[in-house]
């Protein structure tokens, strides 16, 4: 059943943001760009300091595949270096139900490659595979 996994619940919905559920939309969906613009409305509003770091890296791990998809690689880079630099300074396994290793391990798998020589220019990009968000269930996420 390709496809149809679930990246979320009924209980996600109603316990986060709208902009954060469809940013995962579309970011699943392959629209990194779209996705960044509806995490980065969330972003620009009142939020904790922790979600806004969170944030924060989400959007620049979504702008890095962004920047693939037009051919910027060496943007890329340096996108996904800050998200990875944000990750670590939220040092959370979890948050808002994202299993943070999980994703930064899929993150790494995508995109290691872009630090494997000096000018990600200078190599051909390999095939990747983006990540996939998909949240834990509340329960876990809150223990």
Same mark, same amino acid.
């Given at each position: 059943m390709s496809g *149809? $996994? *679930?990246h979320y619940s %009924? %209980?996600?919905?109603?316990a986060y943001p709208v902009e954060y559920i469809a940013g995962i939309d579309l970011y699943n969906a392959g629209e990194y760009h779209a996705a960044h613009d509806a995490w980065e409305e $969330?972003?620009?509003g009142p939020v904790a300091p922790d979600e806004k770091l969170f944030l924060q890296a989400m959007i620049q791990s979504a702008v890095a595949f962004h920047h693939l998809q037009i051919g910027r690689p060496g943007a890329a880079r $340096?996108?996904?270096l800050m998200a990875r630099e944000k990750f670590a300074r939220l040092n959370q396994p979890i948050f808002m139900s994202l299993d943070l290793a999980d994703y930064q391990a899929q993150l790494d $798998?995508?995109?290691s490659w872009l630090l494997s020589v000096p000018d990600p220019r200078e190599i051909e990009q390999p095939q990747i595979e983006p990540p996939v968000i998909c949240l834990v269930a509340l329960a876990k996420a809150n223990s």
């Open positions: *149809t $996994r *679930t %009924e %209980e996600h919905l109603l $969330r972003w620009m $340096r996108m996904y $798998r995508a995109l």
